[in-house]
């Protein structure tokens, strides 16, 4: 099966960073898109970043509210995706989720396109 595992979560001052990354394992066959959205208490959850065409030259996309400050990278070799939050704000206080539309082998020999959640890691900016 297909499992995401994140870290990199905490609490930091406003105009802190951290980095949160996300590791996909399991009968993976190939990776659409991967990203980050999150959720802050009483609200839904948003978009925060995402790469797509996840090959040689990925396309991001992200939210307005983190253009400038926030970055998504990853690594091919890891299945990894990394987010650098940089300028934090107390407003970014969230669950942060990693994402990924992944193609598996899960039902082998078909491939299977499904979209797959993390576990959720906590980011608490104070002000």
């Known amino acids: 099966q297909v499992q995401l595992t994140e870290s990199g979560g905490g609490l930091v001052p406003a105009g802190g960073s951290l980095l949160l990354s996300c590791a996909a394992s399991?009968?993976?066959?190939?990776?659409?898109?991967m990203g980050w959205y999150r959720q802050a208490p009483g609200k839904q959850r948003e978009l925060v970043a995402t790469?797509?065409?996840?090959?040689?030259?990925?396309?991001?996309n992200y939210a307005d509210s983190v253009k400038g400050r926030f970055t998504i990278s990853r690594d091919n070799a890891k299945n990894t995706v990394y987010l650098q939050m940089n300028g934090l704000k107390p407003e970014d206080t969230a669950v942060y989720y990693c994402?990924?539309?992944?193609?598996?082998?899960?039902?082998?020999?078909?491939?299977?396109?499904?979209?797959?959640w993390g576990q959720g890691t906590q980011v608490t900016v104070s002000s």
């Open positions: 994402y990924a539309r992944l193609i598996t082998y899960n039902n082998y020999p078909a491939l299977d396109e499904t979209d797959y």
């Open positions: 399991g009968n993976i066959f190939g990776i659409n898109i």
């Open positions: 790469m797509s065409s996840y090959g040689s030259d990925g396309k991001t």
